[in-house]
């Protein structure tokens, strides 16, 4: 029985991972070398590449600095009462139970041009909705959760004693939090950045929904392969998709070399 739920096991991976993985390979050569490069090379897709690039960077950026923030003020903050609390962590986890299709379309819905609050920042020049700060916000939406749910776990762990050991001798707030708080979530941050830059670079539904998809100009590397998939140009989107898989697959290698090295220390 054992060897049977093992066989199953190694049926399954081979079912969803390695063979889908293949297939994308092939058809990425499916013109050669020569093929691929051509794919890469093209202008909508340097374009799309350099896009993902822009949203990647700007939203774990910003996912890095709110997600610590927020972390910290769920488990220690006193000052938020316990249903406020038990509230955020709820909303927290909304873009889990929310599709990404749907989170695109709430913020369509509030920052498009046909709303208050889109014709409101066009009024001043801002265009939200079918541009790079729309892209942005779906993508933070959906990878909001990832950054919180590294570090509360850990801070809750470790507790809050030397923390109010420092500000008894006198520490002040940032002191507190570099000297003590960030060498004990350091390595969740990095779980978390990982995760994020992984978790940004595959975003599609949102994006796509927001973006508009428009060629050279908010189009992504995920929605480009979605419009060469349309267009039965398997070679172009297993090309594109090849290059997000290696990206991927680079950063769970990132991850266990990180969890090792956290081990060590």
């Known amino acids: 029985m054992r060897k049977l739920w093992i066989g199953l096991t190694y049926l399954v991976f081979f079912l969803l991972i390695a063979a889908p993985l293949g297939k994308m390979t092939a058809g990425a050569f499916s013109q050669g070398p020569v093929g691929l ?16 690039g822009f949203v990647v960077v700007v939203v774990t950026l910003l996912n890095t600095l709110f997600g610590i923030m927020l972390a910290l003020y769920l488990v220690r903050a006193r000052w938020i009462g ?29 920052l498009g041009p046909d709303s208050a609050l889109g014709a409101l920042f066009e009024g001043i020049g801002l265009k939200i909705v079918y541009a790079f700060p729309g892209m942005v916000i779906a993508t ?15 801070l809750q762990e ?25 060498p004990s979530i350091r390595w969740a941050v990095v779980y978390g950045v990982i995760l994020t830059v992984a978790r940004s ?7 796509l929904v927001v973006s ?12 480009l392969v979605y419009q060469d998939v349309e267009n039965f140009n398997v070679t172009a989107a297993g090309g594109v998709a090849l290059v997000l898989a ?18 060590v220390h």
Do not use: C
């Not at 290696?246 to 090295?261: D, I, N, P, Y």
């Open 201 to 207: 670079l595959g975003e599609f539904g949102a994006v």
């Open 140 to 154: 933070l939406f959906v990878t909001f959760p990832l950054m919180v749910r590294e570090i509360m776990p850990v």
């Open 37 to 52: 490069w051509n794919a890469l090379v093209r202008p909508e897709a340097l374009h799309a590449l350099m896009m993902t």
């Open 212 to 223: 508009g998809n428009i060629m050279n100009k908010t189009q992504t590397a995920t929605t």
């Open 158 to 182: 470790i507790g809050s004693q030397q923390e109010e050991a420092a500000s008894t001798l006198g520490a002040y707030g940032w002191t507190t939090f570099w000297r003590v708080t960030w």
């Open 246 to 263: 290696a990206f991927s697959v680079g950063l769970l290698l990132l991850m266990e070399w990180t969890k090792r090295r956290k081990g």
């Open 82 to 110: 316990r249903r406020l609390k038990g509230l955020l962590n709820s909303i927290v986890d909304l873009p889990y139970a929310v599709s990404p299709v749907i989170g695109g379309l709430m913020i369509v819905l509030l």
